[in-house]
């Protein structure tokens, strides 16, 4: 069911966005050679609890952690651990957060040091996807219409389109309907209303979209160890725009 927002609800959510946003501005020049995944975590974890929010992502559906770290392979939901991150490195921060009932998401991809060309391009071709999947949400059109943006640009490209996971509502609570994928398929199309709040999230990999996870119950990997990138943005629908919440 969609759970449309009010002027009021929407401003909620906006503040939490932008508490957000400013957590992972702090976030990301602590990615550097040397850092733990768990520093990064740790890290998140403070900055929103001093702030007075709750990291929505810290025990829903028992995840173990306030911040989602995927390196490299690792497409979405790594763990946080002890692993030390080191040159050449992509490294994927998700996070969001539940200020006062109003919940954002939001994702970067990261590279430690100097990327390969072929991370370079991957970064540029999702950030691209982002983008173009944005300008496509047009109040009146489709959730079709943001799909066929991500897809038609990631393949154009020659990388490959992750199938399994897509964006969502949200708002008033970490995940909502609708789905919206980053590939046209024969599911549920509905229309972009004013009040609706999307986090839009393209995931890229630099060769087959296909994914497997780890027995860790979380972790989503590349099934064939190809890199993956991964950029979100909280958006709401208005009457006569689309407004992007979230910033980097």
């Known amino acids: ?24 501005g702090a976030l990301r020049p602590l990615v550097v050679e ?22 929505a ?15 490299n392979e690792e497409v979405i939901h790594g763990i946080p651990g002890k692993r030390k991150l080191v040159r050449g490195d992509l490294v994927g921060l998700d996070c969001g957060i ?29 950030r691209e996807c982002l983008d173009r999947a944005i300008a496509a949400a047009k109040p009146g059109g489709r959730v079709h219409d943001i799909s066929r943006a991500v897809f038609s640009h ?27 994928p980053n590939y046209v398929g024969s599911g549920p199309n509905p229309r972009l209303v004013p009040g609706m709040v999307l986090a839009i999230e393209p995931m890229i990999n630099t ?11 979380w972790t989503v990997v590349t099934l064939d160890g190809g890199l993956s990138a ?10 006569d725009r689309v407004e992007i919440l979230t910033y980097w």
């Open 207 to 217: 060769g087959t979209g296909d994914v497997r996870e780890l027995e860790d119950g």
């Open 154 to 180: 990631a393949t154009a490209n020659g990388f490959g389109v992750v199938h399994q996971y897509c964006g969502h509502g949200v708002g008033f609570s970490p995940h909502e309907d609708p789905q919206v």
């Open 1 to 24: 069911m969609l759970r449309l927002k009010n002027d009021r609800q929407l401003e909620g959510i906006r503040k939490s966005c932008a508490m957000l946003s400013e957590m992972l």
């Open 230 to 239: 991964h950029f979100e943005h909280t958006i709401a629908v208005l009457s």
């Open 98 to 126: 539940d200020l006062e009932g109003s919940f954002s998401d939001a994702a970067m991809t990261i590279p430690v040091g100097e990327p390969s060309a072929e991370a370079v391009k991957l970064l540029r071709v999702t």
């Open 57 to 71: 992502f810290l025990g829903y559906l028992d995840y173990p952690a306030s911040l989602c770290v995927s390196v």
């Open 34 to 55: 040397g850092s733990t995944t768990a520093e990064l975590d740790d890290f998140a974890h403070s900055f929103i609890v001093d702030r007075g929010g709750k990291p």
